[in-house]
């Protein structure tokens, strides 16, 4: 009965042929087998007993999807899988705005108390203008941070490139600081705005310090995604800062 | 040959587990054996169809209630049987005795009205 195997087999297409899958193949194949030749006993014609056979299986699509979705593991018990350790990346876009909000916002703090006491000490004219100008400075960082996070709040990054090398910040760090220092004994103005600079410039590498630390906590975890932009913000807040 | 199925076959579904383990807890029994027996213990009121009773016997195999086996040749090919464990049988006397308590208690539960008047 070829029909019978067509039929079967029909009904499997797709499914992988494990040693399972064939004995319950041969299984259905057996009983429909059987069927067909007790109806042929009873008097009926064999294609009037294969339609009746097929009829009575019924639906297979629900037993087939059994060997579909599970791995052939009958004799022993289903033991369970080792859970995969989940990728993750990073809500950059959050992590960035959060952890700029935090260094700036105390940059521009520090500066406006530096400001203030600085003239009220009696240190006026470029030290102030200088502090004033620093301040913009920062508040404007936290503008271009506003507007990118607005442009795309839900941007993915691995987590390695938003963790990000402390290194480069450092170093444009020291860069300002030394261009302050040497614009400081320049101008001779006390020494004072040169620190307001150090402070303000120190925001940019604190940024990325406190970010560091919340991905260690695991904040701002998003699972891993199919695409990975891995945009640096280095570079644009970096041009936003210095 | 049973061609249709008068009972609801939603009623029986929940005890398909409990029919196959009584089937085979006299003998060792092939697939298309229990289909026509249940077929003959129902007087063809109820037709088990064979993707019903596999995915029973699977899932049955793999919770340890029953075991496998495949006999002797015969005109058709040969045939797997399935044997019932201690487990099994386990299962099956108190799946029996849970049946019992629910059918009087369904019995009493269906016909309260009535037998309140």
Known sequence: MEAIKYYVKGAFVGVAETPEVLEQQEELIADMTAKVADLVADGRSEDEALGMAIASMGDLSGLVKEFATEEPAQAAPVVPAVPEPVMVDVEIAKLRLHTVLLCAGGAVAVLFVLTVLGALGGIGGSVVIADLLLTLVALAWIGVELFRFHRNADEIATVDSARGSMKRPLLQWVAVCAVAFVLNLALDSDGFWAWAAWIGAAAWPATLWVRHKLIERGMFLHPKVEAEPALDGAVAAAGACG | MVVETPISSDLIRGHIDTIVLGL????????????????????GEYELKEPTLYSAFRRMESAGLISSYWGEESQGGRRKYYRISPDGRETYLRNLEDWKRARTLIDRLVSGEAEKE
């Open chain 2, 24 to 43: 085979l807890n006299g003998q060792d029994r092939y697939g298309y054996e229990i289909v026509k027996q249940v077929g003959v213990l129902s007087d």
